[in-house]
């Protein structure tokens, strides 16, 4: 059973910064194809934000390009999406994901408010 465990949401103020860890256990984390980033804000579908695939290719939404970076620990078991210059509309909770061949996995999510 993989799981996935948020932290580090909480409430900023616009043009600050947040650093969101997902610490990974139940598998071994070399294991996961894909481990990313999604938001979902009141009202609106879950969009992707970041994910970091094997060899380290990166992926971004063009909204957060230049401001979130997503990063990963192979010896903590955990993937980072450091967000900087915050806007009030990355507000939402963000959700912490893992690819392993076709399996989604799933953390519990993390509220980030920023505000204006």
Known sequence: QVQLVESGGGLVQAGGPL?????ASGTI?????VMGWYRQAPGKQRELVATTARGGITNYADSVKGRFTISK???????????NSLKPEDTAVYYCNAVITIMHYWGQGTQVTVSS
């Open 29 to 33: 984390f070399s294991s996961i194809n």
């Open 19 to 23: 650093r969101l860890p997902c610490a």
């Open 73 to 83: 620990d192979n010896a903590k078991n955990t993937v980072y999406l450091q967000m």
